[in-house]
């Protein structure tokens, strides 16, 4: 019995509006931040080979969490049908496999973008893997719902996926494998341009009626954000589109900040 609490999506549907900016949220995010800065500080200075397994090991985690989590969602179709949530869904399924959410391609791509080092694809992989992840903890989405408290699978797999998906890319340019530079804008360009293209041919082709990256309609309409909350469909693109340009102008000027206080410490 006490598996199948742990081992369960019921509740997942439910919106976290509950929690949102209460003191459980705030809790989540002074967590995520804690962990943030003890696992940077404590292997930012150790061996290249440390370095490296603990990244290979991060990366396995956020694998065998995401295929984990569609097992899980399988057998409870299997188990229950659509009974406990829509998260569940048979074998033959493209979300077996594949995502078209930002988080959930990122969460398979940053895996195979260290691994195999595809240098191209690391501006848009890492910066978008940093905005998507602080996003969800901003505004957790199936993450904090029911009791925050009373951990099940899917909210442990999501709370370390997008916790991973924040850190890795921040780990590994600090630490110098990567350096994010305004100068190669043009492959972030062309990786939003992709996964808005991608995301598009989900909601019309793959899963019609699906909101991936909120591109069909306002899911925030009526809800607890502000300005959000009142736009109708097709207008709240335009606020999402500022806040995703301003998100990645926050990304790119905190590491070029970065990388000039680095400069100034190897010259001095």
């Known amino acids: 019995m006490r598996l199948l609490a742990f081992f369960t999506s019921n509740g997942m549907d439910d919106q976290p509006a509950l929690y949102l900016f209460k003191w459980q949220h705030i809790l989540y995010i002074l967590i995520s931040v804690a962990l943030f800065i003890f696992l940077m500080e404590f292997f930012r200075v150790k061996k290249d080979k440390t370095r490296k397994l603990f990244v ?8 065998l969490l995401k295929y984990g989590g569609e097992v899980l969602f399988i057998w409870e179709w299997s188990r229950y049908g659509d009974q406990l949530s829509s998260y569940s ?15 959930g391609v990122n969460n ?23 905005i998507g992840g602080l996003a969800v903890i901003i505004y957790p989405v199936g993450v904090l719902y029911g009791d925050p408290f009373v ?30 530079k305004k100068e190669n804008w043009t492959n972030t360009l062309v990786g939003c341009v992709l996964m808005t293209a991608w995301a598009m041919f989900g909601n019309l082709f793959v899963d019609p009626g699906a909101n991936n990256m909120y591109l069909m309609a306002n899911p925030f309409l009526g809800g607890p954000v502000p300005v959000l909350n009142i736009l109708p469909d097709g207008y709240h693109m335009i606020v999402l589109f500022l806040l995703v340009v301003f998100a990645f102008f926050l990304v790119y000027s905190v590491f070029a900040l970065y990388n000039r206080q680095k400069e100034k410490r190897h010259s001095s």
């Open 108 to 130: 398979v791509l940053l895996p195979l973008v260290i691994w195999f080092d595809w240098k191209k694809a690391k501006d848009f992989i890492y910066s978008t893997s940093i």
């Open 151 to 180: 951990f099940t699978f899917p909210i442990l797999r999501s709370l370390v996926i997008h916790f991973l998906l924040v850190f890795l890319p921040c780990f590994l340019i600090v630490t110098g494998d990567f350096t994010l």
């Open 56 to 63: 290979t090991i991060c990366c396995l985690i956020m694998l």
């Open 89 to 103: 869904h048979p074998f033959l399924d493209f979300r077996t496999l594949i995502s078209f959410q930002l988080c």
